[in-house]
């Protein structure tokens, strides 16, 4: 079980307006790695990653769950104070 913490901060442009802005990450992640294919799936609702040779590429996993939260909508703070007024 990898346990991790993921912070810091990603440009990416607002999905209202366009405009890049500093998206502030603080996220926990977890994730099983699995020696071999991982069978059961009575699962949990963990990620999974499968390791056929011992090694698990940490960097990528990070980096496909960054590209997770890039993919999910975040407005840039204009955008969210123009929001609360409405
Ligand atoms: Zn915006």
């Not at 346990?3 to 810091?8: E, I, M, P, R, T």
């Not at 990528?60 to 955008?79: Q, R, T």
Request: with cysteine.
């Amino acid at each position: 079980m990898l346990k991790a913490n993921l912070s810091g901060f990603l440009i990416k442009p607002c999905d209202i307006c366009a405009e890049e802005f500093k998206l502030t990450v603080d996220e926990e992640v977890e994730f099983f790695i699995s020696d071999g294919i991982y069978e059961d799936d009575s699962s949990i609702e963990l990620d999974v990653v499968e390791s056929f040779d011992g090694i698990a590429d940490v960097e990528e996993l990070l980096n496909s769950e960054i590209e997770l939260i890039k993919s999910d909508y975040h407005s840039c703070d204009n955008c969210k104070s123009s929001d609360e007024e409405l």
